[in-house]
């Protein structure tokens, strides 16, 4: 799996004239799920996810985390994170898992996420999303449960 986790102090995803989920602050992760992922790939991101001390404390350094109550995720499921560019101008979407199999990933780690006390808001699988996001800091990184980089 991998996710773009972007701290941000407002979020929003809208299919159509919808709002599919909204935040107004904390976390907003793009997540792709490939054809090899499994549980472990799940627990290692909603960790990553949960504990990464990116929020800022009293004194203004970056020590605090999701899980410490630093604000509300966004999840959104996002196949193109497998887009593969190394040859001709057409992206690859070989590695990305077929449909079934990542909206099981993809609810397995909304469900770890909530079940470990997080308020998750959420995409529409596989629908056509516009993301709007106000990035604070800005901070954005990029994780890997194979720990490619």
């Known amino acids: ?63 605090d985390a999701l899980a410490d109550g630093a604000g509300s995720v966004l999840v959104v499921s996002q196949f193109t994170l497998f887009g593969d560019c190394r040859r001709g101008r ?11 199999q990542a909206r099981a990933v993809y609810e397995a780690l909304v469900a770890r996420l909530r079940a470990a006390g997080a308020t998750v808001a959420t995409g529409e699988f596989r629908a056509r999303m516009q993301v709007a996001s106000v990035n604070d800091g800005p901070v954005t990184l990029l994780l890997d449960s194979e720990k490619r980089f």
């Open 90 to 100: 057409r992206p690859s979407f070989d590695a990305a898992a077929a449909p079934d």
């Open 1 to 63: 799996m991998r996710a773009v986790v972007q701290r941000v102090r407002s979020a929003r995803v809208t299919v159509g004239e919808r709002v599919a989920g909204e935040i107004a602050g904390g976390l907003l992760v793009l997540i792709g799920v490939t054809g090899t992922d499994r549980d472990a790939d799940v627990d290692y991101l909603a960790r990553k996810i949960l504990w990464l001390r990116i929020f800022e404390d009293a004194d203004g350094k970056m020590n």
